[in-house]
């Protein structure tokens, strides 16, 4: 059969696919290579192929395709597990028909961007298959596999994973770990001949997934070495890795980790992959500014005038009343703040947190007027209403566990796992599912709400439906994303935050549906400098929750002066969680100028491009956002260095042939401290002295910020 070979390339990053009828190779991914025909893919293929490395081979060698398989003589990872009770385990797919962008390719096409679609059968084991690989217009490689059962018995499906190759040149592998209150935790290590494995088991994303795995050069930083990635854009269990085998071969991959039996294809029954979404640059950054345009090209974008938000958890908890709501209302419409959401504590029996969850209706006995008290008065001094719910809950102690006990996420034969004081609703069977939305949708028709905070707050353990206790975790995180579309269809504008014990549902499936994420339970400012600066690895400072909180953390008891909180704070989407009347005369004062001053640069903030810079000493950041006419930048000490200064540091980003006039925003200026630079007279360079040469770095206390404004002149 003649060869089907596919270039997708641009100036950024070259993808080359090549199939002699069989599951498509990739000859090479990653920087251009320059003019492409068949004759000079071919020969790039040619050059690359696996025939006589050792004598444990096949004697043709061995063939790596993105859905690797067994058959060819791949010893590695295979891209489907699975059998017919022990049949049709190793499949060999033959591609029927090729399409680049819907329209059928033989031989050479090329583009520079587009959608390859490989439809592929094996007669034998019974088993079609349309593998999809398309180059996004945000440069990254987005992947994922439909396999459908034509078998006459059941097939079951253990695991699909779809694979990229790497360069034997990619040494380091830089993932994350993290933790409830302490999420996006880098760490590094070298990829060994083996495999680097990282499951997900929480039924959601998790506070500790891999979130974004790396392989790049040695001492690839935020700016330099290149670097590929991958993230299996599923919000239930999952899968990323990387691999290394004995024959030089190296690859990143991912994908839904199922659980025994859960995926069983009935005749005519199709699986549908997660999307793996894979990037390759120079330097972090711009892996990162590839994922930040991939969901600013979503269909709905956010708007980056995102409201200011007063959320009440940390100010009242469960202690509802409605006066002391309606002056904290009043307090933040005083200071320009423009949404506000009542948190969790106003349904059902939820006087604390051991009861009411999945009673979906407003307690009488707190608010007897139902909310409409406080939801015309919110509206009436023009802020938008929020409101919390966790839909995929259900406390044991609630009148839907009493009713439906079958509707709970459970093993046959034993109690379910209680976490939290609360069981998992199962919304994946449709009584639930029904129930939920209709108890949703019956209280946005009532009142005026805007947003909805949308927690998640335990992992998904004795996943079982009844009554057979078949797992449903794949079901569940379906159900999940069918319902939060549903809602928004039924009111267009309806904004929705995806909050699970803080960060632990962030992901890109997740925000194709939702419009930002809590990105931590914790709001310390030295925590969130952390979890903020990795958070941005995947997602954009517009989608990322980010609140001022009182002065004394209720996370972490740490006490911060408010600058460096708000200067913390104005690099996402800014909020406040603070109890208002309690806050001094001072506080106030500068919370209102903080919240003037983001609204005056919400634009640059929330739409500007990525910058974060590696500095030699541990605990100082430095980071900004760029765009065209301005940048913002700041620099934070989070411990005091062991030198007086770092010397000069440079402020990348800018046009390099352009000049900026430097500034500092006072507002971070404690008394006493010198200007950037130290000099009081404003500086005026072009952007490649300012990222060649720099700037002398200030100096900062501990757990202080400087915030300089780089205005294009």
Known sequence: MNSTL????????SLLLASDGLVPEVVHWGKPLGQLDAETVQTLRRVSQHAGLHNGLPDTGYRLSMLPEQWTGWSGHPGIS???????????????????????????ASADRGTAVFHAHDELAGLDLELTVE???SDLVRTRATLTNTGEDGYQLDQLLICLPV?????????????????????RTTLPVGTHWREGRHGRTGADSAYVLHLGEAGFDFGRGEVWSVHTAWSGNHVHYAEKTLTGDQVIGGGELLLPGEMVLDHGQSYISPWVISGHGTGLDEIARNHHRYLRDRANPVNTRRPVTLNVWEAVYFDHD????????????????????????????????????????????????????????????????????????????????????????????????????????????????????????????????????????????DAGTMPAGVPGVHEQTIAFYRLVDELKVAHPGL???????????????????????????????????????????????????????????HTTGRHHDINYRAATAVFGHLGVEWDLA?????????????????????????????????????????????TKD?????????????????????????????????TELDLTLDGGEHPVAGSAEPIELTGRQLATVGVRAPLVNPERTRIIIADRV
């Open 322 to 461: 409605v006066d002391r709501l309606r002056d904290l209302a009043d307090r933040a419409a005083q200071l320009g703040i423009e949404r506000y959401v009542l948190d969790d504590g106003w349904f059902g029996a939820r006087r604390n947190d051991g009861a009411g969850l999945g009673d979906w209706v407003v307690s009488s006995d707190v608010w007897p007027d139902r909310l409409h008290p406080l939801v015309d008065h919110v509206t009436g001094l023009g802020m938008q209403f929020g409101l919390w719910f966790e839909p995929e809950m259900v406390n044991p102690d609630s009148d839907l566990a009493r009713a439906h006990p079958d509707w709970v996420m459970q093993v046959p034969g034993r109690r379910p796992l209680e976490a939290r004081r609360q069981w998992v609703l199962n919304i994946g069977i449709p009584g639930a599912y029904e129930h939920v939305k209709s108890q949703m949708m019956a209280l946005l028709n009532e009142y005026d709400i805007s947003y909805i905070k949308w927690d998640h707050n335990r992992d998904v353990f």
């Open 582 to 626: 309690k806050a001094t005369e001072h506080e106030l004062e500068r919370l209102g100028a903080w919240i003037a001053w983001y609204k005056q640069h919400r634009d640059v903030l929330l739409a500007g491009d990525l910058v974060r810079v590696d500095l030699p000493v541990p605990g100082v950041y430095l980071h900004g956002v760029v």
């Open 495 to 553: 904004e929705i935050e995806s909050c699970s014990s803080g960060g632990a549902r962030i992901d890109l499936e997740v925000m194709q549906h939702c419009d930002r994420v809590w990105v931590s339970d914790n709001i310390d400012p030295t925590d969130r400098q952390q979890m903020m600066r990795w958070t941005t690895q995947l997602l954009p400072p517009e989608m990322l929750g980010s609140h001022i909180a009182s002065g004394a953390s």
């Open 630 to 662: 301005q940048a913002i930048y700041s620099f934070t000490t989070l411990e005091r260095p062991h030198t007086w200064s770092l010397g000069m540091v440079p402020l990348p980003g800018l046009d390099p042939d352009a000049r900026y006039r430097l």
């Open 135 to 137: 180059l996004t217009a």
């Open 6 to 13: 596919i270039a997708l390339q641009n100036d950024r990053v």
């Open 167 to 187: 360069p034997a040149g990619a040494t380091e592998v830089l993932d994350f770990a993290g933790r409830w209150g302490k999420e996006r935790h880098p760490q």
């Open 82 to 108: 699975g059998s017919r009770k022990g049949q049709g385990w190793a499949p060999r797919f033959e591609v029927t028909r090729t399409t680049l962008d819907g329209q059928d390719v033989t031989g050479f």
